[in-house]
């Protein structure tokens, strides 16, 4: 399944690593777990991408809110010259209860939102093409704990992912997901209202990085420690209110 090898963090999460399943809340990160689409308030677009082995790869997404109907439409690609593959997604979300909004800011819960993705998927290596089917959901419980699962190609070859995030406070996140052949922890740390810093680890890898919000706009920049070398990865966004 060619999605395994994207790196769907987030631009300001760009250090984080890959918790979309309960806590997605930017376009990029969206695509992995559309669900999390719900947390998006304005129309925005995100663009992320990273330097492995010397070759590129990047993401590039948008989410639209659809007026106060609860419904959110989002499409994004990503590809990877390292590894030939690339993706065409389009998702759609919906808030079933609740405000995942005000939940993420710590003021309320709970909130249901459940999201769908169409995905096409290419590797130029194995000349392979699939479209495949994504669902989920996340459910954020007042005060402080969201959690969430994302099923992946559902028609073919069912991936589950199942993720928690815990709030302590507006500054302090931790985060938590599990698959059938990996799990990460991490948590972010909101150092003043213009930076934050984050940390992450899948047991393999190492992630560190910063983001920067100036007015609409968000910057990131993180760190993959391999054990080959390094993974350097940017991220962009803007929010148009």
Same mark, same amino acid.
């Given at each position: 399944m060619v999605l395994g090898s994207w790196n769907f963090a987030g631009p300001v999460r760009a250090g984080l690593g890959v918790f979309p399943a309960a806590w997605s809340n930017d376009p990029v990160s969206c695509m992995a777990a559309p669900a999390g689409m719900g947390r998006i308030e304005f129309f925005e677009v995100a663009a992320a991408g990273g330097?492995?082995?010397?070759?590129? *790869?990047? *993401?590039? #997404? #948008?989410?639209?809110p659809l007026g106060g109907s609860g419904f959110h439409l989002g499409t994004g690609a990503a590809w990877d010259n390292d590894c030939r593959t690339g993706i065409a997604q389009l998702s759609g979300s919906y808030v079933v209860a609740g405000d995942p909004i005000g939940f993420m800011e710590g003021l309320f819960g709970p909130s249901i939102a459940v999201g769908a993705s169409v995905r096409y998927q290419y590797a130029d290596s194995t000349d392979e093409k699939s479209l495949d089917l994504d669902a989920g959901f996340q459910f954020s419980l007042f005060p402080s704990l969201a959690l969430g699962m994302t099923c992946t190609d559902i028609t073919e070859d069912r991936r589950f992912t199942t993720g928690f995030s815990h709030v302590f406070n507006r500054n302090l996140k931790a985060h938590t997901s599990f698959s059938d052949d990996n799990w990460q922890v991490g948590c972010e740390l909101m150092v003043t209202r213009a930076l934050r810093v984050y940390s992450g680890t899948d047991g393999d890898n190492v992630n560190a990085g910063a983001g920067l919000s100036r007015g609409e706009w968000n910057f990131g920049y993180g760190a993959v420690l391999h054990r080959n070398g390094i993974e350097h990865r940017f991220g962009i966004s803007r929010r148009f209110p």
């Open positions: 330097i492995t082995n010397d070759e590129p *790869s990047g *993401s590039v #997404a #948008a989410v639209m």
